[in-house]
């Protein structure tokens, strides 16, 4: 029975869970999937968000079994959980931002730089454009990647509010 995990996009069924992908993915290397490299991988797959380095260790620190876990594990192992095709690294003004990608949904981003949100979208009219853009090249698209930088809507409403109070 395939498994399924349900996020705010939909779902889209994978083989194996995350841990076992992983595990098949480090063999492949010739490594092993450590206690450490267990404790992450799990803790990752449990938690939708995006995230960064720090804020994984923070959340793996507040744990029993994180708790001990390294800087350079912590790095390490998101380096190689990208490698092995679970989470797609974006780098936004300069910090790199991971978020689940094995069983997730293709999507792209809105991005604000004031607050750091990240809106995630999908369009089918996009995938047709890039689609066909891939087909005007000859090229066997497999995956693109959009982000729109901005301001998003409470940033933009915020910022009237403190324009309209400069003025009175
Ligand atoms: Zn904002
Ligand atoms: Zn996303």
Redesign the pocket.
Same mark, same amino acid.
């Given at each position: 029975m395939p498994l399924t995990s349900d996020f705010s996009l939909g779902k889209v069924a994978v083989a194996l869970t995350p841990r076992e992908r992983f595990a098949e993915f480090l063999q492949t290397r010739g490594k092993r999937i450590t206690r450490q490299r267990q404790v992450i991988v799990d803790h990752v797959a449990g938690h939708h968000e %995006?995230f960064d380095a720090e804020q994984l260790l923070a959340g793996l620190r507040r744990t029993t079994e994180g708790a001990k876990a390294s800087r350079p594990t912590v790095y390490r192992t998101l380096a190689e959980m990208v490698d092995a095709g679970l989470l797609r690294k974006m780098v936004l003004g300069g910090r790199a931002v991971y978020?689940h990608d094995y069983g997730y949904p293709q %999507?792209d %981003?809105l991005h604000c730089t004031t607050c750091q949100r990240?809106i995630?979208f999908s369009s089918a009219e996009l995938a047709r454009i890039c689609d066909a853009v891939a087909a005007k090249h000859q090229f066997r698209g497999r995956a693109h990647r959009l982000i729109i930088s901005g301001i998003c809507a409470d940033c933009r409403s915020n910022k009237s509010k403190s324009r309209h109070q400069d003025r009175v």
């Open positions: %995006h978020e %999507h %981003h990240l995630e």
